[in-house]
């Protein structure tokens, strides 16, 4: 056990997905393993292992924003020995071409800040993908046909953004979409020498407005959760 989770040892995988709505995991757990079992509830931040296609794989919240985040990742590595990180969550589009329900794989994740930022100091480090995670997830993908982008993202540390000039000059950049995670769980990744992905879906657009209903969310991330798998096992 850890301060923030629960677990016994051998009861995390060396597989980890992380979403951020821990009630996601639950869905994403009863769904996707088999014999999916409860094994963190501290702080209500749901986690779950099970099998998928005979793979152990740890399905475990995060919470929102790169603080939270940063917990469970660091725990999850040196106390629990993940090997394979990859998030699954929402984002807002960013770019015309990226339509809602789209997937989004991150190849890297422009930030203001992270929680290693006084690590860094005056060095902008750029935090990446894993390279055979991303091409696992982009093959996964195309094979599923679901319309996916790999490419540039931004991982904000606020939700109510009040700065229209850093999204124009995001978009002029061509960064894909936006969320909140993503840079640090690269920056823990390549500090610990193990394996990170992003895989998003769109769930609204900055440009549009538009949004999914949340009925239609869990659907929609269906695909999100079935590239990261395949990829995680290729």
């Given amino acids: 056990m850890t301060v923030h989770i629960g677990a016994k040892p051998g009861e995390i995988a060396e597989t980890v997905l992380l979403p951020g709505d821990p009630y996601r995991a639950k869905w994403a757990a009863e769904t996707f393993l088999k014999d999916a079992r409860l094994v963190n509830q501290v702080r209500g931040m749901l986690g779950f292992t099970g099998t998928w296609k005979g793979h152990p794989v740890t399905i475990q919240g995060s919470g929102m924003g790169m603080p939270s985040l940063s917990i469970y990742v660091n725990e999850l590595i040196r106390d629990y020995g993940a090997k394979t990180l990859i998030r699954i969550g929402s984002a807002g589009g960013m770019q015309p071409k990226v339509k809602l329900r789209d997937v989004v794989l991150a190849m890297t994740a422009t930030t203001l800040s992270t929680p290693s930022r006084g690590i860094f100091r005056e060095l902008n480090f ?109």
């Fill in 126 to 234: 750029a935090p990446c993908a894993d390279f055979g995670l991303l091409v696992a997830a982009e093959k996964a993908a195309r094979a599923k046909g679901v319309p996916t982008h790999a490419g540039g993202i931004y991982s904000s540390d606020v939700f109510y953004d009040e700065r229209p000039d850093l999204t124009e000059q995001m978009q002029r950049h061509g960064v894909l979409c936006v969320e909140m995670e993503t840079a640090e769980l690269y920056i823990l990744a390549a500090r610990h020498k193990v394996r990170a992905l992003s895989v998003l879906t769109i769930s609204d657009h900055l440009l549009t407005q538009e949004g999914l209903p949340s009925d239609q969310r869990e659907r929609s991330f269906g695909d999100m959760v079935e590239i990261a798998l395949e990829a995680a096992f290729s």
